[in-house]
């Protein structure tokens, strides 16, 4: 039984921080990738964050570079997306994803999705 759940999101103000949690079930996290995705209303779903099962080399999307950080702990088997600096064009409803070989590309999507978590960004 394959399962992630998001949890973090929530209302904010532009300038605020987030930090955003995908719990995992039925499959150990830490060997997979794990990419961070969102869908803005009007807009299409983009991949914005991504780390690799191998190294744990992370890649980010421009927009959020040097806001976002994308993280894990094994422990907890549990990604995190940690989100500075929020913009009001963040606000989307945010979704973690993987599959047995998602590889961290911005060309595929992946096979396990949780439910998502709004975030919106609004004085």
């Known amino acids: 039984q394959v399962q992630l759940v998001e949890s973090g999101g929530g209302l904010v103000q532009p300038g605020d921080s987030l930090r955003l949690s995908c719990a995992a079930s039925?499959?150990?996290?830490?060997?997979?990738?794990i990419g961070w995705f969102r869908q803005a209303p009007g807009k299409e779903r983009e991949g914005i964050s991504c780390?690799?099962?191998?190294?744990?080399?992370?890649y980010y999307r421009d927009s959020v570079k040097g806001r976002f950080t994308i993280s894990r702990d094994a422990t907890k088997n549990t990604a995190y997306l940690q989100m500075n600096s929020l913009k009001p064009e963040d606000t989307a409803v945010y979704y973690c994803?993987?599959?047995?070989?998602?590889?961290?590309?911005?060309?595929?999507?992946?096979?396990?999705w949780g439910q998502g978590t709004q975030v919106t960004v609004n004085s």
């Open positions: 994803a993987t599959d047995p070989s998602y590889q961290c590309s911005w060309y595929r999507s992946p096979g396990y």
């Open positions: 039925g499959f150990t996290l830490d060997y997979y990738a």
């Open positions: 780390i690799n099962n191998r190294d744990n080399s992370t």
